[in-house]
């Protein structure tokens, strides 16, 4: 499956913004996904995850209460829907796929097979 981010930008404090991950191949729906981030000088970390059918999902502490995920496979794409940004949500966010195992949702990067190119979210203070 390929991956295509979109959505980054740049936005106050404060301010939302969605992402999407557009996947190619009629085989989206089997796919559990996660949406990652890397801010400059950091390591990725894990933001968001979702299971196949979008029944469980799984939010990272840092942005809990702020951002959601959810899919749409119909439309074979995964979103984020980020609230409340603050300046140090400003990363690269990455969309990920793996075919899921015996778990609903993937927190780790090495679990994920598949990656997006990233979109830049940008927030400014």
């Known amino acids: 499956v390929q991956l295509q981010a979109s959505g980054g930008g740049l936005v106050q404090a404060g301010g939302s913004l969605r992402l999407s991950c557009a996947a190619s191949?009629?085989?989206?729906?089997?796919?559990?996904m996660g949406w990652f981030r890397q801010a400059p000088g950091k390591e990725r970390e894990f933001v968001a995850a979702?299971?196949?059918?979008?029944?469980?999902?799984y939010i990272a502490d840092a942005v809990k209460g702020r951002f959601t995920i959810s899919r749409g496979n119909a439309k074979n794409t995964v979103y984020l829907q980020m609230n409340s940004l603050k300046p140090e949500d400003t990363a690269v966010y990455y969309c990920?796929?793996?075919?899921?195992?015996?778990?609903?949702?993937?927190?780790?990067?090495?679990?994920?097979?598949?990656w997006g190119q990233g979109t830049l979210v940008t927030v400014s203070s």
């Open positions: 990920a796929a793996v075919l899921p195992g015996s778990k609903y949702y993937y927190t780790r990067d090495d679990e994920y097979v598949y």
């Open positions: 979702i299971s196949v059918r979008g029944g469980s999902t």
């Open positions: 191949g009629r085989t989206f729906s089997s796919y559990a």
